[in-house]
């Protein structure tokens, strides 16, 4: 292997968005050995940036699940949905009262303000048992946000739209909506969690995004373990030469891998996994 394409939420991060300090020095080990390291999520570039320590080893990463691509930090290629479909997008989950973010690579997520009270009474509610602590916490924090609520929204250069809701019947019935809806040439579906859903372009994805970094340092699939625990991390396991599913991914995540991890992201169980594979 030459190169290492990670994951970030439930890989990278624990259940409770922390990325481990410790995981850093394990990484420039790597380096030192001649590993390329790579990110492959989808999160945005200013989500990236803010959660990733300072000095962490990083050759590129691949953003909102391929639809930016940036070398040493430079932005390389994007794409984005057309201003009008995001517009649609908006309305339907407004008139559904889902609980909706648009993302662009330069800004963090952005949501209305006139749907501030159906959001607040959605996402108010106490954590039920089947929401991970990250994911309340960042419901929390959405509520406190100076920067989320908007007056006004513009459609131009969207990545991704982000679904939520503390009612898991509502955001099933919305993510099958979006899959009875889905047209492959518009946007492909996501979801992380039983109370997410999200959407990107459709015919961009991790590995799409991954093979600009590829040709860019001369290197081939078959030289890249990817490991990950999410459906959008499919596409880089179908291609890389190797790949590993974290013990918390689900079965069906773990049935496309070639090995799984011992220790879950909780236990650190990605760092555990690169020193035993590659630096004993």
């Given at each position: 292997m030459k190169a290492i394409a990670l994951d970030m939420d439930g890989t990278i991060l624990d259940h409770s968005g922390k990325f481990p300090e410790s995981l850093v020095k394990t990484l420039e080990e790597l380096k030192s050995r001649g590993f390329l390291i790579f990110f492959a999520t989808g999160r945005t570039p200013h989500e990236i940036e803010s959660i990733t320590p300072a000095g962490c080893p990083l050759d590129g990463y691949v953003a909102a699940s391929g639809m930016g691509i940036y070398i040493d930090g430079r932005l390389v290629e994007s794409t984005s949905f057309e201003p009008d479909f995001i517009a649609r997008m908006v309305e339907e989950a407004r008139s559904k009262e889902i609980y909706y973010e648009i993302h662009t690579l330069e800004h963090s997520s952005r949501t209305l303000l006139q749907d501030q009270a159906y959001v607040f009474q959605d996402i108010g509610q106490e954590q039920p048992g089947t929401m991970m602590d990250a994911e309340y916490s960042y419901a929390k924090e959405t509520l406190r946000s100076t920067t989320q609520w908007v007056s006004n929204l513009s459609f131009e250069h969207v990545v991704k739209m982000f679904f939520f809701s503390t009612n898991m019947k509502k955001i099933r019935d919305w993510y099958d909506y979006l899959e009875n809806h889905k047209d492959n040439a518009v946007y492909a579906l996501y979801t992380t969690s039983r109370h997410n859903a999200e959407i990107m372009l459709g015919g961009r994805d991790k590995a799409t995004g991954m093979e600009v970094l590829l040709d860019h340092y001369n290197i081939d699939f078959a030289d890249v373990h990817a490991i990950g625990d999410s459906m959008n991390d499919l596409?880089?396991?179908?291609?890389?030469?190797?790949?590993?599913?974290?013990?918390?991914?689900?079965?069906?995540?773990?049935?496309?891998?070639?090995?799984?991890t011992a220790s879950t992201c909780d236990e650190n169980g990605l760092e555990r996994y690169l020193r035993m594979a590659y630096l004993k």
């Open positions: 596409p880089l396991f179908e291609k890389a030469g190797r790949s590993t599913a974290m013990k918390n991914a689900s079965d069906a995540i773990k049935e496309k891998a070639h090995d799984v």
